[in-house]
């Protein structure tokens, strides 16, 4: 079972212009900022929102094709879709809620609550089977939206930011909990976040979309190896600088150059990570074959270190201990030095 | 069984339903005529007699069904001059007013559309299932005539609705709505061109007394009694029947 | 003046301003002395025997005939205009619902006319109704029942309408993705979700339907049995036998008050 579509409508101000493939058992998460379509997607690939161009396959069948006019309606669609807010439905107990796609579907009363107590049971929250959705909690609701999506036997899950309505003291007891559940599902998942540990710890394969387009893809670990754009690069927390390469130096878009130790040529991206930065009062001489004057900026907390904000021509963000912090005077801000050895620096193309 | 000095919270319905309005004309007195539906174009037509010869002095009117002004009257309704279609319903208010005074007399007269396209010839036909027949309530004077008149003929009417005033019967029947109803002769000359009378004969009719008085409590009593003299003086006897009013019966 | 030091209001947020509690006492005496009034002139020793005349048990069972009628009429194709009025962009959308408020706003004799000019025997549609099936409207019971409904429907439609925009409808998007075609959703999420409004709307449209006067004395006529309903039979009575008139309204009040209280919650929902 597998999810092929490439969406592009414009609702509002967003354009959207996105490819996804999910393969049988990944599970795809789908990582970006706030406003960048995410949602926008989801809906797509439910049908609640009809595409400009492009096509949805499902397993093979085709739910949606703008230039044949296929169109499936999202009832027909054999989707489960757990919302930001789980939607509930208030006048309904959590059976009843976790009954409906049965019932909607045909299925006689007795039966349908049956098999939403069982999966209640599955889920752990039978004992909250005849409350009303606003007398759970958080994860108690989350898992019954769970249940309520997953009880048709859906070929395609989407989740969208599952986790978000929750606080965070709650958020990683239910973060594996709703790992172990996609697990046991075997059809294809989507899942929606904004949340980097969400994406970074629950994903097969991760989709970068910013803006409605999307700017990288991989695993994870190729993702955050490899940032391809700012806001990966700030989710991962290294510098990311884009430029043309000349062999070994690296001319960036902003004015500046970055030297590294590969040869490289053409369009590339170059990440150094924070940690790998030194910061001098003075001119530094030796070694380093990066060397930028800038001034230095705020300062952030960053579990047992501090991380300075360098602006200049080449603006970098420097890892430091306090105690350097201290001796350099960081917190007065004023001219300072970066310098990065030539083999800390990261290039990979662009 | 009626209460004379009745002040419930009704009082302020007979307000809502004078058509009076309290304007501004300062320095002019205003006096408030509460007369029978029946007589609504002779009594515009004296008030008009009635300002030329008073300049000072306006005339409003509150024309409504007799029964419906006498309890306006009751519950303490600012009437100076009380014009009814039946001793009846000036009665009702006899502690009220003045000694009453009958200045015209009326009769019955059945009212159908322009061209009479039912071919109705007198009261026995209006009992006749194919005609919409609509008369004035039994507690309305001309709804109290018109069943004595019906009486009379031995004539048994099932009508479509029981009418507030005279005034809305003869409306039914210009609209179309009724094929006839039972009213006054003065209603079929008002009703213009799109009805028709067909007599009652006298042995069957019923003449209409109205009679007419002051209100005690006025607080302009020599204007209102001015109108009153007004009503009864030979001139407007003349306009009353040009109307198409009887003199009143001499008794 | 200058020298005092400004008192603080303790608990501002809970009281209100002197003005507004004197106003709002005028209010509240504006609207009980009428009924104080009618309460204190009601001939309780005799209320049995008034009510118990036939003419007021027929107005009585009239006025809830009819009233219901209208109700009944005012669901069946208001609920389906309110819904077209909320979820449907449709070409003249604007002007159907100024003409949906227009029988709110008209004086309800003004209606009455209307009616007559268009369901009379020379109306409009009512001279097709009478030549094609026979049927007329003025002077009978269902007469009653349309003019009241005339008058009571954008009641209904207004409030049901207003409950449909404020509804979320991701709900029904929900219900959607759970495989439910657009009637289930209407019918197990949509209308229960709009129940509140829905039941408001309904009770004023049967209140404003049950103390109709003007279009129906105007379209329907007045006689006991068929169209004489309680209000007419109050105005009536009032001219000639006022206790009656009190008892009757009395009954009207009572079964009004009776409405208004069971839904109190429902009219005035609290967060």
Redesign the interface.
């Known amino acids: 079972m597998s999810l092929e579509a490439r969406v592009d409508l414009a609702i509002g101000r967003l354009h959207l212009d996105a490819e996804v493939a999910v393969a049988t058992g990944e599970l795809v998460v789908l990582l970006g900022p706030n406003g960048a379509g995410k949602t926008t997607l989801l809906r797509a690939l439910a049908g609640l929102v009809e595409l400009d161009r492009g096509r949805v396959v499902l397993d093979g069948a085709v739910l949606e094709d703008a230039r044949t006019g296929a169109w499936v309606a999202t009832e027909r669609r054999p989707i489960g879709f757990v919302f930001q807010d789980y939607l509930l439905f208030p006048h309904l107990s959590a059976l009843e809620n976790v009954a409906f796609g049965l019932r909607a579907r045909g299925l006689a009363r007795a039966e349908a609550r049956r098999r939403a107590a069982v999966w209640l049971e599955r889920f752990g929250v039978a004992e909250h089977a005849g409350s009303r959705p606003r007398a759970l909690s958080g994860g108690q609701a989350q898992r019954v939206a769970l249940a309520r999506a997953m009880v048709s036997d859906p070929l395609l899950l989407l989740l969208d930011e599952p986790l978000a309505a929750l606080d965070a003291a709650r958020r990683g007891e239910v973060r594996r909990d709703l790992r172990r559940h996609l697990a046991s599902f075997d059809g294809t998942r989507l899942l929606v976040t904004h949340d980097p540990l969400e994406a970074m710890t629950m994903a097969d394969r991760l989709v970068v979309l910013e803006d409605g387009r999307v700017t990288q893809t991989g695993t994870p670990a190729q993702v955050s190896a490899r940032p391809r754009s700012r806001y990966v690069a700030e989710l991962v927390g290294v510098n990311l600088f884009r430029g043309q390469a000349a062999g070994h130096t690296i001319h960036l878009a902003g004015g500046g150059t970055v030297v590294a130790a590969g040869s490289h040529q053409g369009g590339v991206f170059a990440s150094v990570h924070p940690r790998a930065v030194a910061l001098h009062r003075r001119a530094p001489e030796g070694t380093p074959r990066n060397v930028w004057a800038g001034t230095a900026g705020t300062l952030d907390i960053v579990a047992d270190r501090v991380r300075v904000h360098v602006t200049g021509t080449v603006p970098i963000v420097a890892e430091v201990t306090p105690a350097a912090v201290a001796e350099l005077r960081l917190a007065d801000g004023g001219p300072v030095w970066a310098s990065v050895k030539a083999t800390e620096v990261s290039v990979y193309p662009a | 069984?009626?209460?004379s000095r009745?002040r419930?919270?009704?009082v302020?319905?007979p307000l809502v339903l004078l058509t009076a309005g309290c304007g501004g004309g300062g320095g002019q007195t205003e006096i408030k005529v509460f007369a029978a539906a029946s007589l609504t174009a002779a009594f515009n037509k004296l008030g008009e007699d009635y300002a030329a010869a008073n300049s000072g002095t306006r005339v409003t009117f509150n024309f409504a069904?007799s029964?419906?002004l006498?309890?306006q009257i009751q519950q303490g309704a600012p009437a100076d001059v009380f014009a009814s279609a039946d001793v009846t319903n000036m009665d009702k208010v006899k502690d009220l007013v003045s000694l009453p005074q009958v200045f015209a007399s009326n009769r019955l007269q059945i009212i159908v559309a322009a061209g009479n396209p039912k071919g109705v010839k007198g009261l026995a036909d209006l009992a006749r299932d194919d005609l919409?027949v609509?008369l004035a309530?039994p507690?309305v004077p001309a709804g109290k005539y018109a069943e004595q008149a019906l009486d009379k003929a031995g004539v048994t009417v099932e009508?479509?609705?029981?009418?507030?005033d005279v005034k809305s019967a003869v409306g039914?029947v210009r609209?179309?709505?009724?094929d006839a109803a039972i009213v006054y002769v003065t209603d079929v000359a008002a009703g213009g061109d799109k009805v028709e009378g067909v007599d009652i004969p006298a042995d069957q009719n019923v003449p209409a007394t109205y009679p007419i008085a002051t209100v005690k409590a006025s607080t302009h009593q020599r204007q209102a009694q001015a109108f009153v003299d007004l009503v009864r003086s030979a001139q407007s006897q003349g306009v009353l029947q040009s109307f198409g009013f009887l003199p009143p019966p001499i008794s | 003046m200058t020298g005092a030091p400004r008192r603080r209001r303790a608990g501002a947020s809970s009281a209100a301003p002197i003005p507004f509690v004197v106003l709002a006492a005028l209010a509240v005496g504006f609207l009980a002395?009428?009924l104080v009034?009618?309460l204190a002139?009601t001939p309780w020793r005799r209320l049995a025997d008034e009510l118990a005349a036939p003419q007021v048990r027929l107005a009585l069972r009239l006025s809830l005939v009819c009233s219901l009628g209208a109700v009944g009429i005012s669901l069946l194709v208001g609920l389906p205009l309110a819904f077209m009025l909320a979820r449907v962009d449709f070409p003249g959308r604007n002007l159907v619902r100024a003409l949906t408020t227009l029988p709110m706003v008209l004086p309800p004799v003004v209606g009455g006319v209307a009616l007559?000019l268009a369901f009379?025997?020379?109306g409009v549609a009512g001279q097709w109704l009478d030549r094609a099936f026979g049927i007329t409207l003025?002077?009978t019971t269902m007469g009653a029942i349309l003019a009241e409904a005339f008058v009571a429907m954008p009641f209904l439609v207004i409030t049901t309408e207003a409950g449909l925009r404020a509804m979320d409808r991701r709900f029904e998007d929900a219900a959607a993705t759970l495989g439910a075609g657009r009637w289930t959703t209407f019918r197990r999420v949509t209308l229960p979700l709009i129940a509140p409004s829905l039941g408001a709307g309904t009770a004023l449209c049967w209140a404003r339907a049950l103390g109709e006067f003007g279009a129906t004395?105007t379209f329907?006529?007045?006689?006991?049995g068929s169209?004489?309903t309680m209000p007419l039979a109050v105005?009536?009575a009032?001219?000639?036998?006022?206790?009656a008139?009190?008892a009757l309204s009395l009954v009207l009040l009572a079964v009004s008050l009776a409405v208004l209280i069971a839904l109190r919650d429902r009219w005035f929902p609290t967060a």
Do not use: C
């Not at chain 2, 609209?175 to 009724?178: H, K, M, N, R, T």
């Not at chain 3, 009032?238 to 206790?243: A, G, P, R, V």
């Open positions: 069984m009626l209460r009745f419930p919270v009704a302020l319905l069904g029964q419906a006498a309890t919409k609509v309530a507690e009508p479509v609705s029981l009418e507030d039914k609209l179309g709505e009724a | 002395l009428p009034g009618l002139q007559l009379g025997r020379r003025p002077f004395i329907a006529g007045n006689l006991p169209t004489q105005y009536l009032l001219e000639n036998d006022l206790e008139a009190i």
